[in-house]
């Protein structure tokens, strides 16, 4: 990172800057956009995060924020502190406590403050081949996740993985359906499942779709316990299972929509068709 040019414009290199509007003010900071993901999901600290504690108006003309600017910064902080520990707005004796505290701050102190302010409130700009990366690994989790809970509603079975990423494909890239264009934008800072429910409702206009989970009650015979216990686990959760008098075990399970045939059919190959299974229920996801 560095200034280059009569206007001192700044090179971020690999890293990125937080902003954050306050007192009708922009301000920015430079940050390391990688370690501020990791911050975000409680893998990485304040202090990974920040490149500097500078705190900018303009971080690539190279405007620094007054010591007053600061001080607000950190008087906000402190008092939203205070009124998320306490439940209550901030009693004035308070106010005046914390004024003469953050007075009385050394101006490095007070830029960290400021700096760790707008790290946690503020919002991170990814450098473009950063939001490529993610947006692209975040696809693969979607297509992932709904092949293996996808089922057709009306024949209730599964479609194949090809059918529901060509499905997914033609959302994210803005493909024309029919006499319609359907784009999902995703987010890269979000979770999968935050997303989830608008992908699925877009997607029913190009397949019916349903996510589900099944669970079934399955009787193995003894037989077979050992060989197909451990299938039990690898598809689903067992919810609860018994060993009955006669060595058979009795188990309760839940399996995803989109994996429920296959898990059918492992089993009664493992058991040589003699499995007994029940559904007793299925349950609707996202």
Not at 37 to 60: I, R, W
Not at 71 to 82: Q, T
Not at 114 to 123: M, N, Q, S, V
């Amino acid at each position: 990172m560095s200034f280059r040019g009569e206007r001192k414009k700044l090179d971020l290199g690999n890293y990125s800057l937080v902003t954050l509007e306050k007192f009708g003010k922009k301000f920015e900071i430079i940050v390391d956009p990688r370690k501020v993901l990791e911050f975000y999901k409680g893998k990485a600290s304040e202090n990974d995060a920040l490149v500097l504690t500078e705190v900018f108006h303009d971080a690539q003309k190279g405007e620094k924020a007054s010591i007053d600017d600061l001080k607000k910064l950190v008087i906000r902080a402190a008092i939203e502190r205070i009124e998320e520990k306490m439940g209550r707005s901030v009693l004035k004796d308070e106010l005046e406590k914390i004024k003469k505290e953050i007075e009385e701050l050394e101006e490095r102190d007070l830029k960290e403050f400021a700096a760790k302010y707008i790290l946690r409130r503020g919002e991170l700009k990814l450098p473009k081949d950063l939001r490529d990366e993610l947006i692209s690994k975040k696809e693969k989790q979607i297509i992932s996740y709904i092949q293996k809970y996808a089922i057709n509603p009306a024949t209730k079975a599964p479609y194949t993985p090809q059918k529901i990423r060509e499905a997914l494909e033609a959302l994210f890239s803005g493909q024309k359906i029919g006499d319609r264009k359907i784009r999902i934008m995703l987010d890269p800072l979000k979770e999968i499942d935050e997303e989830i429910p608008a992908i699925v409702e877009a997607l029913k206009s190009i397949i019916p779709i349903k996510l589900e989970m099944i669970v079934t009650k399955v009787l193995i015979p003894p037989q077979f316990t050992g060989v197909a216990y451990g299938h039990l686990t690898k598809f689903g959760n067992v919810i609860e299972s018994k060993w009955l008098n006669d060595g058979s075990l009795e188990a309760i399970v839940e399996i995803p929509g989109g994996e429920f045939l296959q898990f059918h059919r492992k089993l009664l190959d493992l058991t040589k068709g003699s499995l007994r299974l029940e559904i007793i229920e299925r349950k609707r996801i996202g």
